[in-house]
């Protein structure tokens, strides 16, 4: 099974989560910048990793996206907001139907730090965006929990068989009572 992980990222967050998901694969696999991706088509699954800007994926990963309408792909991205909270959940699904057709294997988002003048910036807008409250707890993020839970969602989708790893200090829970 040959394996496509490309990446959009301005401030290196969505950059560090492609590097983990490619060092979790187990298969023939490539990684690329969006600027640089290939043709999707030689490829049986893509996993696509975007940042959310204005509660939708970036504008690079949206024409990727909208090429890989007929592929298997794992979405993954970070954002300021909360994980799991309403402004995550819109720009994920926002991703999805930009790849309509597309069968979907998984998802995963996490926060991703903020830089101080982006927050100073999106706070003189008005109204303020949904996201910005949340902004300041991006800090430290993606940090080891957070590949904790990418590797879950990898295994959840198939795309790996080890729910956790031991290596780097991560904790074996294949075998926990
Ligand atoms: C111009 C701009 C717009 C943003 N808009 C959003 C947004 O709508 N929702 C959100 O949760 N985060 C937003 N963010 C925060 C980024 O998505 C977040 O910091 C992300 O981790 C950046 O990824 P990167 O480091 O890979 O570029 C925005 C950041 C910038 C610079």
């Known amino acids: 099974m040959k394996q496509l992980v490309v990446y959009s990222s301005q401030s290196g967050n969505t950059k560090k989560i492609a590097e983990e998901l490619f060092r979790q694969l187990p298969e023939e696999k490539d990684i690329f910048p969006v600027s ?3 043709d999707p088509g030689a490829y049986d699954v893509i996993c696509i990793g975007f940042w959310l800007k204005d509660d939708q994926p970036d504008p690079a990963s949206q024409a990727y996206l909208k090429k890989c309408g007929n592929k298997k792909l794992f979405l993954f991205a970070s954002h300021g907001a909360a994980k799991g909270s309403n402004p ?7 991703a999805i139907e930009l790849a309509e057709g597309a069968t979907i294997l998984g998802t995963f988002s996490c926060q991703g730090e903020v830089p101080q003048s982006v927050i100073d910036a999106a706070a003189n807008k008005d109204p303020q965006p949904d996201w910005l409250a949340d902004a300041p707890s991006a800090k430290g993020h993606p940090n080891t929990n957070d590949f ?20 780097g200090g991560l904790i074996d829970g294949s075998h926990a009572m």
């Open 36 to 38: 640089e991706a290939p």
């Open 148 to 167: 904790i839970d990418l590797s879950e969602a990898l295994t959840k989708a198939g795309l790996k068989t080890e729910a956790r790893e031991d290596k």
């Open 88 to 94: 995550a959940k819109i720009g994920m699904n926002k």
